[in-house]
Structures are given as structure tokens and as C-alpha cells.
């Protein structure tokens, strides 16, 4: 019965996730996810008690998947500037894939959700700054290690650069599920990320 409830569960936190970053959280209602997931309503607010917190949820679990993509393309490894690099091709290829799956543009799910809730909801505004203060110290690692290597200036203001460094690609991956166009992202997100770091370092683009 345990293992029954934990997949229901999981399957409700999936389906969230995806019918979200498809749509978007308004456009989505828990009688939506209930029928994509297959699960009883009385199931629903079992595990839930509202909405909110399986968004909640959601953004935990799209933090869990790309926990592993973050650690390969951040690696110490790497070079630091080859961290950026790699990391710039995943968010590239995994947008590639969604597009393939769904036919359009999905963009960052959390960004979106973020966007469109966080002035309503105080929870999910405190979730994605959470989320987003730990993604930006893989950045600052990589760019202290640029640092040591002496790539960048000792100067380098580290945080202020990561805070940079994710607004941009926040931007284009906004501009991109905006457009419905995944080419500039394809062609601009690498070198416009060099760019803003400050190296001249250019490896080819993702296929």
C-alpha cells in the first residue's frame, strides 16, 4: 500500500511538472492533473492540501533532475570555462528534446512558474530564490576557480557575476519560449555566456 501511495504521489508531482511547464500554472487545474494523471481527486488533496503545494513540489523535483546535469557540467573536472561551455550545451539540448516531445518551446520551468505566481504566492517566491541561490554557487565556484587560474581578474566581483550570469540565461530562455524559436538560443546562448564572463574561449556549437 506504501509503494502504491509513493507512485501515486510521484506520478501527480510528474505530471504537475510537465502539464506546468507546458502550459502554465494558471491554465492548469487540479481537476487537469488529476484526469493526465489518472489519480482521483480524493487522492489529489490526500497528498496536497492545495494546489501550491504540489507546485511546490514540482519545483523540488525539477531541482532533483537537474541536480546530476549541474554536477557533470560543473565538475572540477572541467576547466572552469569548459564548465560554462557544457553547461550552456545542456540547457540547449535539453530545450531540443522538450521541443521534440511537446512541439513547442518550453523554456525553464521554474523561471515560468516564478514569473507568472511569485507575487501571489509567498511560498513559491521563497522557493525560487531558494532554488536559485543554489544554482548560482555552482556558478561562483567555477568563476573563483577562473580566479585562481588568473582568466579573470582577481577583482572579479564573483557574486554579482553569477547573479549576471543567470539573469542572462533566464533572458534566453525566456525570449526563446517567447518566440516558439529554439535557433537563437542554439546560436547566441554560448558565445553571449563567453561574453559575459569575459573570455574569448569559443568551442563549436551543440548539434
Sequence with gaps: MGHASCETRQKLIDTALDLIWKSSYGSVSVDDICKAAEVKKGS???????????????????????????????????????RFERYADIIYQKQAEALEECGQVCGCSLASLAAEMACQEDRIRQKF?????????????????MIAEGTLPAGTDVKTKAEEIYAYIIGQLMMARIQNNLEP?????????????GVKKKTPQAA
Design 44 to 82: 489529489f488533496y490526500h497528498f496536497f492540501p492545495s494546489k501550491v503545494d504540489l507546485a511546490l513540489a514540482a519545483m523540488e523535483e525539477a531541482v532533483s533532475c537537474w541536480k546530476s546535469l549541474h554536477d557533470e557540467a560543473f565538475s572540477a573536472g572541467r576547466a572552469p570555462v569548459e
Design 129 to 145: 530564490e531558494e532554488i536559485t541561490t543554489n544554482k548560482k554557487r555552482y556558478f561562483e565556484s567555477a568563476l573563483r576557480d
Design 185 to 197: 538560443l542554439k546560436r547566441d546562448l554560448k558565445p553571449g555566456l563567453l561574453n559575459l564572463i
